[in-house]
Nanobody
Framework: QVQLVESGGGLVQPGGSLRLSCAAS????????VGWFRQAPGKEREFVAA????????DYVDSVKGRFTISRDDTKNTVYLQMNSLKPEDTAVYSC????????????????????WGQGTQVTVSS
């Protein structure tokens, strides 16, 4: 079982940037897709982005396309989410998760496809 720890959240003004990190321990990310999800108060958890095990395919929810970038560095066992042009509606707890299956041809979007979750990091976008 892999343990995931997110970091990099915080308070930022609208239009600002943050980079979230998701570090794995106990098992490498190698061979597994990784996703980012978020949950705002009173709302359901929402898929944000995912990256294929090989890094060659990425997927984003429409609301963050062009603003967020997911990447991975398997040598550091870390996945990143670069968030630019942040908006108040991006405020949420962001969590990363590792795919249940190895070598999936495309990164999944469904939360049920992910088997290991981090505790989350708070992102607040406010002036």
């Amino acid at each position: 079982q892999v343990q995931l720890v997110e970091s990099g959240g915080g308070l930022v003004q609208p239009g600002g940037s943050l980079r979230l990190s998701c570090a794995a321990s106990g098992r490498t990310f190698g061979g597994y897709a990784v996703g980012w999800f978020r949950q705002a108060p009173g709302k359901e958890r929402e898929f944000v982005a995912a990256i294929k095990w090989s890094g060659g395919i990425t997927d984003y929810v429409d609301s963050v396309k062009g603003r967020f970038t997911i990447s991975r560095d398997d040598t550091k066992n870390t996945v990143y989410l670069q968030m630019n042009s942040l908006k108040p509606e991006d405020t949420a707890v962001y969590s990363c998760a590792a795919d249940r299956l190895r070598l999936r041809s495309e990164p999944p979007r469904a939360a049920a496809a992910f088997g290991s979750w981090g505790q989350g990091t708070q992102v607040t976008v406010s002036s």
